[in-house]
């Protein structure tokens, strides 16, 4: 796990110093290689005091990643390393919670960082402030003002490819809870120069290249332009790509960036119409044209160009075609018309295109600040962040040198003012006492350039103002006229002697001495900058135009507010707008930011000292960490100071229950530290000199180490102590469970034993109650035998006694029985012999005949008729006496069974014992025939309409209504018939119809024919030469042959009272007409299930398999 780096103080883990106030020795040396040494750990921040010196990087340094936000939020400025992050969140705390007003001045070179850390400031403040759909969009719409103001604002010059070329101050404003409510943003003089000429090497702004390589084809036909920069001579071509950077992606960005500020869709496209414009008025050129009156004038070369231009803005062709020729002065009410010369032509064509660039800037800022400006009108608190172009020294240095260096100048001012006066205000706070600084005060060089009567700014306007030719060398020659005893102005032709022969100072240059160096500015372009003039007619042409937005940039061309006065020149606008702002800035809490450049290659890990060395010395940080630590170098409130130090004095450590002050007091007392070395305020403890600071660091790191030491050892001690006592413990429990374990096998030994022992013991105990159980037991044993025998003896000896006595009682009964029968059959003798034989005898049959009955009747057997039981004979001369009541019970039980039938029932029964007589033990199909029910009528023919025709035929009672086969005699086929028996007649009739076909009375049936096998094949022979023998006899067969049979044997019986013949053979012969067929009855096999089958075989038979 990597190991957890707790700070609690800007002191731990320090390299080099990281507040330069602690420097010492405090020299320009000690300073850079201080600088240097943390530059090249990575540490890009240092501070002096609450000052954030901030060295650019040049490559993307993990430190500003979201976690880095939340561990400087909400911490003391001093309690982490230095950062930009510790110095937004001491400002934007002290505006949330100690409702102070806040700016934050970002100074530094081009290429220094200022706008990086501007941009840092506002993520990290838009990071901690509060959350919220409204809030952020708020926060969306100030953070995405910056790549707008970047693209319209910025552009690559040699020494930043992204670098800013107006001057910024946004102030952000807050509500009391310190939620973002909107933002107001100003500009400063923006660098308009480039729009027309770029130096070699840099490039025009952003926004020209962005366009041409990021917007769509036809975007770029809208617009009437052309991909191809070498199409424009407005963009300087040397260096037209820059590495690294990706105009087509930060074009999406831009539109993307407006889009979230809130322009409109024709707004913005409007913007780039202008844009377009200006990028297409660098395409105008002029050719010198003689008038004859001997003027020189100009005529545009190509005007397809102008014609487009017009067309994008909406202005009349002609009209601008003579704005570009000619120049109208008004004098006195009175106008007067010259010509422009091509020189004269170009500077107008490039004067419009500078104004209408920096009006459209100007425009963009307005409009931004329409939309994020704050919705409520409620008090608010405002937090101010300055990027200012930085203090400019290049070999050519113009007018717009001259004017950032003013500024620069004015910062400085009040960052000495404000410095001084917050150190001041903390010694009062404090109540120490206040002893005077000494300290470089620019406030002259600020004089020297803004002075109203006698300063160079005021002396250029002068200049300007003047009737009579004006040139920059008039402007130059006055100053050295006025400014000539100022010692911070150098010129050759000054009154003052002492540049005269300073060759390094060329005629036409003034130098200044200004408090970062001296500054050579060429006073060529300064008049001409400085009235920043564009001819009216120009402003008048723009204003006719029909785009509204360069209508709206151009108000002066209105003629009805046509105003003689000349505009404010530059230099005045830029110092009142400065005055403004230093004004605004004196009302707010100050943060400074002090942008560093390590080297001019725009390179990482490259340190130059002596560029560094340069820069620290115009920033005048020396002279800023002197300030600060002019009274005491070092300061800090008395809790952390004595939670720091306490461990060095045995009564603060380990805990101080006092006051801290008093704790603070004690502690440096103890500590020998000498008086003049501190001071007590009323909150924090002064330092004066670094060296005491770093002898208590000393201290308390060596103290530490004891301190260290003291803990290790002590944990040490308690670690070994620990181990030791549950060593201990360990071997105790140990040493319970061996001897619990030693008794428990030693006591299971025992009584392992004790039980060998005791059950010897009891064996020996018990074999010896055996024996003597034993012993005893053979005594009773020989005792009871002894007794028996003796018992025995006795009781044998009695029985003889009572033996021989019984034998006599009896032998003297039978004696006297004896005698008594004597003499009984002496006196009954004679009658006797007469009668008791007989009666004997019947008395015994008579007793054996009733026993018989009464058995018989508890034996008797079920009133079944068919019970074949009957009980076993018990007296063979009861045998004809046994079968003859058998027989008449029989006959009782039938008789009895028999009166239970109705009539119907009878009659069946009848029917059944017919057919029993006829076919039992003849037909094989009987058998199957004895369980079926006997119908009769199968087919209701008085039911069923379809055989009305057929009962009405026959008004006979019908005795069987049934579908039999009629075997056709020609094949053996079988046609279905409704076979009908009435009381005298026989018919057949069609199945379908109902038709009679053939009806035979009763008395023409001579016999029926039948197999004896079990199928249902018959013929009805007809009597020779009766009436319906013609057609001859009948082969029929049915499902109910027996039941038929049976019918009309009975029905022929009763009407003819002749007994039909039923001829049962496996073959017979059928009469057919004239032929006499033999039908034969042969065993089929069983292929057609068990429906016998009829096939003729030849004429003369017919052959019937049954399976
Ligand atoms: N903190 C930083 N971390 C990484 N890179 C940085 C940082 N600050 C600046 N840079 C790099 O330096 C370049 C220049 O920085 P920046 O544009 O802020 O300079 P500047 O001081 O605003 O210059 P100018 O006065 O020309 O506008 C940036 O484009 C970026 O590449
Ligand atoms: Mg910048």
């Known amino acids: 796990m990597a190991k957890m780096e707790v700070k609690t ?67 003391n400025f001093y309690e982490l390393s230095p950062h930009i992050f510790a110095l937004s969140d001491e400002a934007y705390r002290s505006l949330r919670d100690q409702d102070k007003d806040q700016c934050i001045l970002i100074t530094g070179e081009s290429g220094a960082g200022k706008t990086e850390a501007s941009k840092l400031v506002m993520s990290y ?41 107006f001057g910024k101050y946004m102030d952000i404003e ?105 990028l297409k008025l660098g395409n105008i050129e002029f050719k010198p044209e003689s008038r004859v009156n001997g003027l020189d004038e100009s005529k545009i ?63 963009l800022v307005t409009r931004i600040n329409e939309s994020i400006k704050a919705q409520t009108k409620v008090r608010k608190k405002v937090m101010g962040v300055l990027d200012i172009y930085g203090f400019e020294i290049f070999e050519d240095n113009s007018f717009e040198q001259f004017i950032i260096n003013y500024c620069n100048e004015k910062l400085q001012q009040i960052f000495i003012e404000l410095t001084l006066k917050e150190e001041q205000e903390e010694y009062i706070r404090e109540g120490i006492e206040w002893t005077h600084i000494e300290y470089f005060n620019n406030a002259i060089i ?45 010129s050759r032709m000054s009154k003052c002697s002492r540049f005269l022969n300073d060759t390094t100072l060329p005629h036409s240059c003034f130098r200044i001495q200004h408090y970062a160096g001296k500054v050579m500015y060429q006073v060529e372009g300064f008049v001409d900058k400085n009235n920043d ?125 006092g006051p801290a002050r008093a704790g603070v007091e004690v502690l440096f007392n103890e500590l020998e530290i000498p008086e003049e070395e501190f001071s007590f305020g009323r909150s924090k403890i002064f330092i004066r000199n670094p060296r005491t600071l770093f002898k208590l660091e000393d201290l308390r790191k060596q103290r530490l180490e004891d301190l260290a030491t003291l803990i290790e050892k002590i944990y040490r001690g ?72 003796w018992h025995g003896t006795q009781a044998r000896r009695e029985l003889k006694r009572l033996k021989e006595e019984a034998r006599r009682k009896h032998a003297v009964a039978v004696i006297w029985a004896y005698w008594l029968g004597l003499k009984v059959r002496r006196e009954y003798r004679k009658f006797f012999r007469a009668n008791a034989g007989r009666k004997i005898y019947e008395f015994t049959l008579q007793r ?56 119907q029932q009878k009659l069946i029964y009848e029917e059944k014992l017919e057919a029993s007589e006829l076919f039992k033990d003849k037909k094989a199909l009987y058998p199957a025939s004895v369980g079926q029910p006997f119908q009769g009528a199968y087919l209701e023919i008085s039911k069923n309409p379809k055989y009305k025709k057929l009962k009405d035929a026959v008004d006979e009672k019908i005795i069987i209504a049934e579908v039999v086969n009629k075997i056709n005699r020609a094949n053996g086929k079988a046609t279905s018939r409704i076979f009908l028996l009435t009381k005298n007649n026989v018919l057949l009739a069609d199945q379908k119809s109902g038709n009679i076909k053939s009806e035979v009375p009763l008395g023409d049936v001579a016999k029926v024919s039948m197999s004896s096998q079990n199928d249902g094949f018959f013929a009805v022979h007809l009597k020779e030469g009766s009436g319906a023998a013609g057609k001859g006899d009948f082969l029929l067969s049915s499902d109910h042959l027996i039941e038929m049979a049976t019918k009309l044997y009975r029905t022929t019986l009763s009407q003819t009272k002749q007994k039909l013949n039923i001829e049962i053979s496996d073959e017979f012969l059928v009469q057919f007409r004239q032929d006499k067929v033999c039908v034969k009855f042969i065993q089929g096999s069983q292929k057609n299930g068990n429906i016998p089958t009829c096939k003729r075989k030849n004429n003369r038979l017919l052959e019937v398999a049954v399976p």
């Open 9 to 75: 103080s800007l002191l731990d883990n320090m390299i080099g110093v990281g507040d330069m106030v602690l420097l010492e020795p405090l020299d320009e040396d000690s300073f850079i290689n201080n600088l240097k040494k943390r530059y090249d750990h990575n540490e890009v921040y240092t501070y002096i005091g609450s000052v954030v010196i901030s060295i650019n990087p040049y490559r993307s340094l993990p430190i500003y990643t979201p976690e880095k936000v939340e561990e400087y939020r909400n911490r």
């Open 125 to 165: 403040v838009a990071a901690v402030c509060g959350k919220g759909a409204e809030v952020n969009q708020v926060k969306e719409q100030l953070l995405q003002s910056n790549p707008v103001l970047e693209a319209f604002g910025n552009a690559k010059t040699v020494r930043n490819d992204n670098s800013s070329r």
């Open 174 to 278: 807050f509500d009391f809870k310190g939620d973002p409510l909107g933002g107001v943003i100003s500009n400063y003089l923006l660098e308009k120069s480039r729009v027309v000429k770029q130096p070699r090497g840099e490039r025009n702004f952003h926004i020209f290249y962005q366009i041409l390589s990021g917007a769509s084809e036809d975007f770029l036909c809208k617009l009437k332009l052309e991909r191809d920069f070498s199409r424009y001579n407005y963009l300087g071509l040397d260096s037209a790509k820059v590495n690294g950077v990706d105009d087509a992606a930060n074009f999406r960005t831009v539109r993307n960036a407006m889009q979230i500020v809130g322009f409109m869709d024709h707004e913005t496209q409007s913007v780039f119409e202008v844009v377009a414009a200006v």
């Open 301 to 363: 070369k190509d005007k397809n160009e102008l014609k487009e231009i017009c067309e994008l803005t909406g202005i009349d062709q002609s009209v601008l075609e003579r704005a570009f020729s000619f120049r109208t002065v008004e004098a006195k009410q009175e106008k007067v018309s010259t010509t422009l010369n091509v020189a004269q032509a170009y500077y107008a064509r490039d004067a419009l295109a500078k104004n209408l660039y920096s009006r459209l800037f100007s425009w």
């Open 446 to 490: 600020c004089d020297l350039i803004e002075n109203n009567q006698t300063g160079i700014l005021a002396m250029l306007d002068e200049e300007c103002l003047r009737p009579g030719t004006v040139t920059d060398d008039t402007f130059l020659e006055k100053l050295n006229q006025v400014c000539a005893t100022h010692q911070h102005f150098e």
């Open 533 to 657: 003039l564009l001819y009216r007619d120009l402003s008048q042409a723009m204003w006719k135009a029909s785009h509204s937005l360069i209508k709206a940039l151009f108000p002066e061309g209105n003629p009805a507010k046509i105003n003689l006065k000349r505009p404010p020149t530059a230099g005045s606008q830029f110092k009142a707008s400065v005055a403004t702002l230093m004004k605004n800035l004196q009302t707010k809490n100050p943060n400074y930011i002090r942008c560093i450049k390590p080297n001019d290659k725009k390179a990482a890990h490259i340190f130059n000292d002596a560029l560094v060395c340069h820069q620290i010395r115009y920033l005048g940080l020396l002279e800023n960490v002197r300030v600060r630590r002019a009274g005491y170098a070092f300061r800090q409130m008395y809790e952390p100071c004595l939670e720091r130090y306490k461990m060095l004095c045995k009564q603060t450590w380990p805990h101080w229950r």
């Open 718 to 789: 308690w670690k070994c102590r620990t181990r030791f006592l549950l060593m201990k413990k360990s071997q105790i429990v140990i040493a319970s469970w061996y001897r619990r374990y030693a008794q428990q096998k030693k006591y299971q030994k025992i009584k392992s034993s004790a039980i060998i022992v005791q059950s010897y013991i009891r064996g020996w105990k018990a074999r010896k109650l055996l024996r003597e159980l034993k012993h005893q037991k053979r005594c009773n044993e020989a005792a009871t035998i002894i007794a028996a025998y």
């Open 848 to 903: 054996l005949m009733q026993k018989y009955f009464l058995e018989m009747k508890n034996k008797m057997p079920s009133l079944s008729p068919i019970d074949k039981n009957w009980p076993a004979r018990p007296y063979l001369f009861l045998d004809s006496t046994h079968k003859e009541l058998k027989r008449i019970f029989h006959l009782w039980r039938c008789k009895k069974y028999r009166d239970q039938f109705t009539d």
